[in-house]
C-alpha cells in the first residue's frame, strides 16, 4: 500500500497574473512497469504545499524494483507542466516498510532557484502480509544457496 501525504516547496508553474498558484498532482509508478497500475492522487489547487492523503495500492512492486513518484502541475487545456521527480529503491522499504520524506529532483522542471531549498514529498509505503511472505520467500531461497556455495 502507497500513501502520499504531501509535498512541500514546490514551485508556481502558474506564472500568469492573476492564475494563482501550481494546481500540483502526483503519481507513482513501478518503474520498467509502465503499462501496470500507476497511482494519481487528485489535484490540489493553488498550492505550493499540497496535502493528498492520497492512499493506493501497487501489486506489482517487488524485490528489485523502484517506485517512481512524479509532481505535475495541472494545466486546463494545454500540457501539465513537470515540477519534479523522487524514486524510493525497493531495499529501503523491504521488509519493513517506509515513511518519510524524499527530495524532490526539479531537472528539466524550472530548478530550485538561488537560495531555495528543494521540494520535499512526504510518503508511507506499507508492506502487506503477502509481500513479506514473499520476500521471507526469498530470503530463505537465497540462504540456501549461499549454503550450498560454502
Not at 500500500?1 to 498532482?25: H, K, N, Q, T
Request: glycine fraction near 12%; charge should be negative; aromatic fraction near 8%.
Amino acid at each position: 500500500r502507497v500513501e502520499i501525504i504531501s509535498a512541500f516547496g514546490l514551485r508556481d508553474a502558474d506564472w500568469m497574473i492573476g492564475s494563482g498558484m501550481s494546481d500540483p498532482y502526483c503519481t507513482c509508478r513501478v518503474v520498467g512497469k509502465e503499462m501496470m497500475t500507476v497511482l494519481r492522487t487528485p489535484t490540489v489547487n493553488d498550492s505550493l504545499s499540497p496535502v493528498w492523503n492520497y492512499v493506493g495500492h501497487m501489486p506489482n512492486f517487488g524485490p528489485g524494483d523502484t517506485l517512481e513518484f512524479e509532481i505535475f502541475d495541472d494545466d486546463f487545456g494545454k500540457g501539465d507542466d513537470f515540477l519534479g521527480s523522487a524514486t524510493l529503491e525497493s531495499d529501503v522499504i523491504l521488509p519493513d516498510g517506509f515513511k518519510g520524506v524524499l527530495t524532490v529532483d526539479e531537472k528539466n522542471g524550472g530548478g530550485a532557484g538561488a537560495g531555495r531549498k528543494p521540494p520535499q514529498l512526504k510518503v508511507r509505503v506499507h508492506v502487506e502480509e503477502e509481500d513479506e511472505k514473499f520476500v521471507h520467500g526469498l530470503r530463505v531461497k537465497s540462504a540456501a544457496k549461499w549454503s550450498a556455495l560454502l
